[in-house]
Every structure is written in structure tokens, then in C-alpha cells.
């Protein structure tokens, strides 16, 4: 008999790169094919450490990442999962990634006060709201535009 899906991944998964997401592909038949993810084009594809993990159990797993980790050759794609034995091959629906990076973006809105911290003083310093500043080893300047 060949291979019929038991679980066939959904057709659009949508995550974020805080969460990750698990697409589960399942099929049986007689010989017990095996299961293979692909790409769009046909290429099957493997583990990328941290990014992608291709399971045992026929599962696509994309553990959460942080955004400078986003890749477009693993996260831009579409995928489709590829049940295959002697019996026969069956492909799933094309799976379409949805993905949220989340980036930290910090804008003040109003004065800020730090703390200038020197040797017997504590006193506040109070920073330009629409400029830039960049705070380094303890000294704060004002960044030109």
C-alpha cells in the first residue's frame, strides 16, 4: 500500500521568532515510508543548528531565534513534506511561513535623566530628547546627525 498522510501539515503556519513553531507531517503505508521535507524546487532539506531541525518523527521544527539570526534561504521558503517508500510517494501541501520578527526599537519620548555616577558626586544629567547619545565606558556624548 503506499503512503497516505495521517497528519498533513497545514498549508500556512504562522509563528514568531520568540515562539518557533513545530509543522508535524505523518503517513503510513505498507512498507512504512519514510518522510522528507523539501523545498519548493524539490531540494530536501536538512538541519541548519539553531534555525531548522528535521525530526525523526517526520516533524519540521524552528526553535525560536533571535532576529539578526533570521536567514531568507530558511525562514522565506516553502515547504512541503515528501512521504516516500518502494510502494510509492505522496506530497504534502505546499507549506507557506509566515514569521514576526520582533526587533527592539527604543525611542524616548520624553527627557531622560541618568545618573552621573564620579567618585563622591550623584547628580542627574538630563539628555536632548530628539538627539542621539551614545553612553560609553561611563562618558555620555551627543551623536551628530
Request: net charge positive; aromatic share 8%; hydrophobic share 40%.
Amino acid at each position: 500500500m503506499g503512503p497516505v498522510f495521517v497528519k498533513e501539515p497545514p498549508n500556512r503556519v504562522d509563528f514568531s521568532n520568540g515562539t518557533g513553531a513545530v509543522v508535524e507531517c505523518q503517513a503510513r503505508g505498507n512498507p512504512q515510508p519514510d518522510i522528507i521535507w523539501v523545498r519548493a524546487d524539490g531540494t530536501a532539506v536538512g538541519d541548519v543548528p539553531g534555525l531548522r531541525q528535521v525530526l525523526p518523527n517526520g516533524n519540521l521544527v524552528f526553535p525560536p531565534f533571535r532576529a539578526e539570526n533570521y536567514r531568507q534561504e530558511v525562514h522565506a521558503q516553502v515547504y512541503s513534506c515528501l512521504a516516500r517508500s518502494p510502494a510509492g510517494s505522496v506530497y504534502s501541501r505546499d507549506v507557506n511561513l509566515w514569521i514576526i520578527v520582533a526587533r527592539l526599537f527604543v525611542r524616548f519620548v520624553s527627557a531622560i535623566f541618568i545618573w552621573n555616577l564620579s567618585s563622591e558626586e550623584l547628580s542627574p544629567m538630563k539628555l536632548e530628547s530628539d538627539k542621539r547619545h551614545r553612553c560609553q565606558s561611563g562618558n555620555i556624548k551627543k551623536l551628530d546627525d
